[in-house]
């Protein structure tokens, strides 16, 4: 089993739509839970990220994790074409606080 | 200018040639990571290096080699380019005082023929 599952996509839906973005961990030590954004022949860039459980709102964008059921998501409110990315769930860990990524889930915002 | 950048953008080779990959970063930060990205795996870690003197193997080190010429520059060597290496590498930074947000190079797209 992967240590980060994501779904896979791709996810396309119209302007406006409310987006959900999902991903599952097997290790239930894992504390940071980071969503990075990766537009097309960009590096990926930190969106955002939530300590332990919650929620966590930017904006448009809420990051939730349960701990409970190992699952972390993102959800995405009134997107916009510009929103069109692929998303990636991170985890930090180990002694290099490396992060373990999820496979990512790429999103088309259709004007 | 770009607090991380990476060269060559894009390259290709052939199998069994020697490439350099190189990054580099005005972030002042101690901890650099290489990683390589591809289709339906999301990015997996090759190496990472604490400081110059602290190099160590990730996930996928097999086939690679990196240098850590000083703090600010990372490089990663194929020694013997092959086919399934074709893939996106990204460089990214760290501060091992400031959080656990790891800020990353635009990528090299590699091809191997």
């Known amino acids: 089993q992967k240590e980060v599952e994501q779904d896979p996509g791709p996810l396309s839906v119209p302007e406006g739509a409310i987006v959900s973005l999902n991903c599952t961990y097997s290790n239930s030590a894992f504390q940071y839970f980071m969503w990075y954004r990766q537009y097309s022949r960009k590096g990926p860039e930190l969106l955002m990220y939530?300590?332990?459980?919650g929620n966590k709102e930017d904006g448009r964008f809420t990051a939730q994790v349960d701990k409970s059921s190992k699952y972390i998501s993102l959800f995405i409110r009134d997107s916009q074409p510009s929103d069109s990315a692929t998303y990636l769930c991170?985890?930090?860990?180990?002694?290099?606080?490396?992060?373990?990524f999820g496979s990512g889930t790429q999103l088309t915002v259709l004007p | 200018d770009a607090d991380v950048t990476q060269t060559p953008r894009n390259r290709i080779t052939k199998t069994g040639k020697r490439i350099m990959l190189e990054c580099s970063q005005t972030?002042?930060?101690?901890?650099m990571y290489w990683y390589r990205q591809d289709p339906g795996l999301g990015l997996r870690l090759i190496y990472y290096?604490?400081?110059?003197?602290?190099?160590n193997k990730g996930e996928i080190s097999d086939g690679y080699s990196v240098s850590r010429q000083a703090q600010a520059k990372f490089s990663l060597s194929l020694e013997s380019a092959i086919p399934n290496q074709t893939a996106l590498y990204f460089c990214?930074?760290?501060?091992?005082?400031?959080?656990?947000?790891?800020?990353f190079g635009p990528g090299t797209r590699l091809l191997v023929l």
């Open positions: 972030k002042g930060h101690d901890r």
């Open positions: 991170a985890i930090p860990s180990g002694s290099a606080r490396q992060l373990t």
């Open positions: 939530t300590y332990s459980s």
């Open positions: 990214a930074t760290r501060s091992s005082g400031t959080g656990e947000t790891q800020y």
């Open positions: 290096s604490f400081d110059v003197k602290d190099i």
